[in-house]
């Protein structure tokens, strides 16, 4: 069966100190990557994805980036955190024409 | 573009009581419909899901039915529970790889 793997799972980080983010996928071959973002109180947004290697799509311009190394991992960076990238991140997993499985989550304070 | 528009909450509703929340779309083709929860700090779930009009999905006790004719897909529950406190997302998905997300719909159920 495929699972998807995120972690942390929590993150306090000071203003201006780098980010990574990982997210592994298991199971399930070429898969189409995602990261989203969760402000509190708000929907979802979707920052990057990707469906292949070294393939990024991103949606909106911003403080962070994102990188696919390998078929089933997908990593979020940033190399100078803000305090406006305080929330809760998830990546998630699908492929065409199936429902997206998401991770656990990474809720991410910068203070 | 595509869109979904959920109702506004928080909604809150005693144990027992009849939920329905609103979802309508926008599309110019034959989308897939879902409906993602997602309980206090976790990640969203797949709740339930329907891939062509008159589809009915349904799981844990809830529903929901894809009417193309008012272009709708609301989520319903005879009698809801404390547990099914969380915050709820209405999504469609085109023919490609990309889910259109509503903003959420916080659900509070009290004893």
């Known amino acids: 069966s495929q699972t998807i793997h995120q972690w942390p799972a929590t993150l306090v980080q000071p203003v201006g100190s780098p980010l990574s983010l990982e997210c592994t996928v298991e199971g399930t071959s070429n898969p189409n990557l995602y990261w989203y973002r969760q402000a509190a109180g708000r929907g979802l947004q979707l920052l990057f994805y990707?469906?292949?290697?070294?393939?990024i799509s991103s949606e909106v311009p911003q403080n962070l980036s994102a990188s696919r190394p390998q078929d089933r991992q997908f990593i979020l960076s940033s190399k100078k955190l803000l305090l406006s990238d305080s929330g809760f991140y998830l990546c998630?997993?699908?492929?065409?024409?199936?429902?997206?499985?998401f991770g656990s989550g990474t809720r991410l304070t910068v203070v | 573009g595509d869109s979904v528009t959920q109702m506004e909450g928080p909604v809150t509703l005693s144990e027992e009581a009849f939920l329905t929340i609103n979802c309508t779309y926008t599309?110019?083709?034959?989308?897939?419909l879902f409906w993602y929860v997602q309980y206090p700090g976790e990640g969203l779930q797949l709740l339930l899901k329907a891939t062509k009009a008159d589809d009915k999905g349904s799981n844990k006790g809830f529903e929901a039915t894809y009417r193309k004719e008012t272009t709708s897909f609301h989520l319903e529950k005879g009698s809801v529970q404390v547990s099914d406190s969380a915050v709820y997302f209405c999504?469609?998905?085109?023919?490609?790889?990309?889910?259109?997300w509503g903003a959420g719909t916080k659900l509070i159920i009290k004893p």
């Open positions: 990707s469906v292949g290697i070294g393939q």
């Open positions: 599309a110019t083709g034959y989308p897939s």
């Open positions: 999504a469609l998905r085109e023919s490609n790889y990309q889910l259109i």
């Open positions: 998630a997993w699908s492929l065409a024409r199936v429902e997206f499985t």
